[in-house]
């Protein structure tokens, strides 16, 4: 028994990015930024048996199909930040920007139902302080994030486990917080410290990729991504 797999794929892809900056005050700035993308894939997928490919069906759990398809995507991703110096040394600001990932195919999909996955789209909100003390000699960053993420894009086994797919979970949140701290400390020491810690967990996930002792369909709403 034999599976033929034929896989091509022409993609064109275009895409703008500006920013701007508006200096409300002396100690206020807006930072406007937008990026608009188009994509799209060409692709032909085809699987097709030798012989009965009663083996492979049963071991494998792939099908014959044939996809000779086209996806176009365009998307607007806006960025729009707030900065207030309230010193030379001092600076707080807050950040509000979408991202976005488009989606695709895969070739290696047991069946043409798992061969496409949409794209992912995500919002991010940062808030954070930018410092410098001591007439220079300490550097102090300090950074709050979260950001929700839709149809995120997730590397997931395929059924039989020889092959990896990308599949979409319906929602999850990543929060944290960042730190960073660079210090001269004597005239030949400069000492530099980072501190980083992030939640991230599945806020809708069904029908998600089961756990060895588990048994489908699974729910992974309420677990941690990097489970």
Not at 50 to 73: A, F, N, P, Q, V
Not at 142 to 156: A, G, K, R, V
Not at 204 to 225: M, T, W
């Amino acid at each position: 028994d034999r599976l033929d797999q034929k896989f091509e794929q022409d993609t064109v892809t275009f895409a703008a990015y500006g920013q701007m900056t508006w200096r409300a005050t002396e100690k206020l700035a807006v930072d406007y930024g937008l990026r608009i993308s188009f994509e799209e894939k060409d692709v032909f997928l085809r699987q097709q048996y030798r012989d009965t490919g009663l083996i492979l069906l049963l071991g494998l759990g792939s099908e014959e199909y044939t996809l000779d398809t086209t996806r176009k995507e365009q998307n607007i991703s806006p960025k729009i930040s707030v900065r207030y110096h309230w010193t030379d040394d001092i600076m707080t600001y807050g950040t509000i920007a979408d991202g976005y990932k488009a989606g695709g195919f895969n070739p290696f999909a047991p069946t043409i139902d798992t061969s496409q996955f949409d794209e992912e789209t995500s919002r991010t909100f940062e808030v954070g302080v930018k410092s410098k003390v001591f007439d220079g000699r300490v550097t102090a960053n300090f950074t709050y994030f979260y950001t929700q993420f839709h149809d995120l894009q997730l590397s997931t086994p395929g059924q039989n486990g020889s092959t990896f797919l990308i599949t979409n979970a319906g929602q999850a949140t990543s929060q944290g917080i960042e730190a960073e701290v660079q210090a001269l400390v004597l005239p030949n020491l400069f000492v530099t410290s980072s501190l980083g810690l992030a939640d991230a967990v599945f806020d809708e996930y069904p029908d998600a990729p089961c756990q060895i002792n588990e048994e489908g369909p699974c729910d992974n709403a309420g677990r941690n991504i990097a489970e």
